[in-house]
């Protein structure tokens, strides 16, 4: 079998070199050096940076998960030395699945993170959150943020822009008061948060809203949780002037950015390397950037260049079209940037908008057709579904333009289609 203690030490070097890899470590945080095990008397060990705990407590919660479950595996001198008798007689996959035990399923591994996160920061019961994150007030919903902390209450006073006095005790955040909750969030607004702290009382946590403040006022010390939409929220920290985001809901589902370094705008965006000149590229990536970060309602965008000298001809056509049938308005042609949507309702309008590859508006409000050929998605909406079926009735001039559709959801959330989005269409189809 060998000795013993080195093939051990081997074992332990195999699953750090493992788990660096699933996490991507280098590529996110370049600590591929920081992070390493070794044996000690038979024993576990993980020795993580502090520094780094520091910088990403997101980085803290998800290596704790790891070695928690695997000192299960790997807790005594026994249980490592049956694994080690055992190397060779394992095929690989089943070696790392031992080894990793449940942290191998993600949904398991998720909800152990979700735990320790909500238990770290002593944050109210999820189903509390995921009730407020529904609610609307007077049949509108209103982007809010929620401050919770649990110290330097009397330095909080003189930095409230308003200040809750009430004569019938404490105003609390609970599942009973969601219609005050709402009231107060709604009187927050976008651009403060409603204040939170957090004590213990008779064995449980109480959390009393104490009134507005500025976001971001109260850095150290402090977790917020942004509700961006209906049923969406995440949960973050002020560390050194960043944002450390510590935990994603969205319609019923936790995500760990963390974990996705290459978060989901950016992955569809790549959607476009290799498909428009690199110049067209950076230029149409940059404005549905923009329009994630500040149309607040979500919008449309379809970009449409000729592959020719006259690269505007096709879209022209189009937006001459769908005026002439009074689905869109014909406009001046502008820059659509974030002062633009800002000062006007461009994107807050129904229907799409239509551009260049330059990213100069041509036509607002256009309610686009197409054959519906493709199946749709029930589930997202009037929106998605319109401009994907529209994508399908442009992939019969792909050969002479190129053209980009962006669907940008309430929540920032982006969806792009482009011809290889339509492989599946036949001839006949287009």
Request: proline share 2%; with cysteine.
């Amino acid at each position: 079998m060998g000795n013993t203690e080195t093939d051990s030490q081997k074992v332990l070097e195999d699953i750090s070199e493992r788990i660096k890899k699933i996490f991507d470590m280098k590529q996110s945080l370049d600590i591929s050096d920081k992070i390493s095990c070794k044996v000690e008397k038979h024993v576990l060990c993980w020795e993580v940076a502090k520094e780094y705990q520091k910088k990403a407590d997101s980085l803290s919660f998800i290596l704790e998960v790891i070695c928690d479950e695997l000192q299960k595996s790997l807790k005594d001198d026994l249980v490592l030395s049956l694994l080690v008798d055992n190397l060779n007689r394992r095929c690989d996959a089943n070696r790392v699945n031992y080894l990793l035990g449940n942290f191998s399923k993600k949904d398991w591994f998720i909800e152990e993170y979700r735990k320790k996160v909500m238990k770290k920061y002593k944050l109210p019961e999820t189903e509390l959150l995921i009730h407020v994150s529904a609610m609307e007030y007077e049949k509108r919903f209103n982007k809010s943020t929620l401050c919770f902390f649990t110290k330097g209450l009397d330095k909080c006073d003189n930095k409230m822009l308003v200040k809750f006095i009430s004569d019938d005790g404490p105003l609390l955040f609970a599942t009973d008061n969601l219609r005050t909750i709402k009231k107060y969030m709604e009187l927050a607004g976008k651009n403060n948060s409603l204040l939170i702290s957090v004590c213990k009382k008779d064995g449980k946590y109480e959390y009393k809203m104490l009134g507005i403040v500025k976001n971001n006022r109260l850095k150290e010390g402090s977790v917020y949780i942004d509700i961006k939409s209906k049923l969406s929220w995440v949960v973050y920290r002020n560390v050194s002037k960043q944002q450390d985001v510590l935990l994603d809901y969205r319609e019923g589902v936790f995500h760990i950015p963390f974990l996705e370094p290459k978060n989901e705008v950016s992955a569809q965006l790549s959607k476009l390397d290799g498909y428009l000149e690199p110049k067209d590229a950076a230029t149409v990536k940059a404005v549905i950037e923009c329009a994630s970060q500040f149309a607040s309602h979500g919008t449309g965008l379809v970009f449409i260049g000729d592959k020719g000298k006259n690269k505007n001809k096709h879209l022209l056509l189009e937006v001459d079209r769908l005026t002439n049938l009074k689905r869109a308005r014909k406009i001046q042609p502008r820059q659509l940037d974030k002062k633009l949507i800002e000062s006007s309702g461009v994107t807050a309008i129904d229907g799409a908008i239509l551009l260049n590859l330059e990213g100069e508006c041509y036509g607002v409000g256009a309610i686009v057709d197409g054959k519906a050929i493709l199946e749709g998605d029930p589930g997202r909406g009037a929106r998605f579904n319109s401009l994907y079926t529209y994508g399908s009735s442009l992939v019969k001039d792909a050969g002479k333009i190129y053209f980009v559709v962006a669907v940008i959801s309430e929540d920032g959330m982006v969806d792009i289609f482009i011809p290889d989005t339509y492989t599946n269409v036949t001839s006949s189809d287009k």
